[in-house]
């Protein structure tokens, strides 16, 4: 296997599908080792993001029913609380959910599953050559749909910086910040989403019922709709405090934030669209990107030569800083290949090839 594969995939889950992709995608040839030889029966990831679907897109899975579902004709699907020492044979789980429903009702169970109340988060996300991703890295209860989008966000984080490495033109320091990225940003994700909402709606259910006041119930109902939105508004993760993005000083790698159209290094590329009526994300390339709004020749012209200099796939988007694109408040954008900014600027830097070489975590090598 060492000879014929580059990269070895263990768990052929959502997260290690992805990665082959992401991986074989840039050229990396990959073996996924499953244990299990038929799909799960349960849907683990009915609620994906935005951001999950541009993943979609980027590997031309975006049409595709890519996890399976169940098939929900006649089928239910019920999460409840059990006591610790439960097993699928020694509690009663129809009489949990005729309880639940508040009447009787006959049915059969296809999948009985168990999952922890916990949050738990790797030390670190790397050991030399071997990386952890998805639920492997991170765990938690599924509550809010955080798992298995950060799951396919790390791909995306650490899938270019590895194929990068293996192509040539990346770096160990590089696929270090992999670690340092993506680690903060679930720490915030899991205390400050996750078990905050937990938190949210226990306290809900203890102070309200209809049954006792049902008035009271309703206003507090109403308003915790409200407050799902404003809590999703707050919800940017980013790296503006990356080794290898030209973040503000003192930025930190976290999952908060607030969004925006300009564009800021750490922080994922806002959507415009360009003045060919194509959105940015079609047009930007697999490997790194400059987008140049109304500069000259001479600006791009750094920029290509540091990509050749240091082997750097590049590719060149030119327009005009107007109808929208002014919105992103930098003519000159560096674009990660996970479509995160790497650096902004209005006119060229002293060194393109200090700003590509630190992008790659290859500062001191040229
Ligand atoms: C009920 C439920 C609902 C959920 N809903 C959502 C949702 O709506 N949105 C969301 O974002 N997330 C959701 N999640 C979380 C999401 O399912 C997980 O985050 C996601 O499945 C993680 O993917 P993964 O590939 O990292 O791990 P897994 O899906 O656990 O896949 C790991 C794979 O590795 C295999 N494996 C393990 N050990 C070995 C071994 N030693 N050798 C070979 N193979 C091995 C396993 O068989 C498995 O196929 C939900 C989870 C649950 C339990």
Redesign the pocket.
Known sequence: MSKRFRVVI???????MAMAIELGQRGISCAI????TVP?R???????TQRSMEHFYRWGVADWRFFGRIDAEEGFFF?APVPMDTTRDNYDFHGLMQRAAGFEFACEFDYV?F?DMAVAIAKQYQVGRVFI????AH?HP?YG???????LDDVSNLGWKLAAQLNGWGSDASMKTYTEERQPIFRETAQDFILARIRTDRDFLEHYHPNRNREEFERAWEKGKTDTPARAMTYDPHCEGSSIVFGPPRGTCSARGTHTFAARPGHHLPSRLLSNRRNVFEALGREFTLLAFDVGDGAVAMFERASALLAVPLTVIRDSYSDGREAYKARLILVRPDHYVAWTGDAAPDSATAVAAKAVGRTGTV
């Open positions: 263990v768990g052929g889950g959502p997260v290690g080792v499953e244990r299990r799960h349960i849907p683990k990831g009915q609620g994906l999460h599953g999952w991703a998805g639920d492997a765990s599924p749909g955080y798992g298995l989008n950060n799951g």
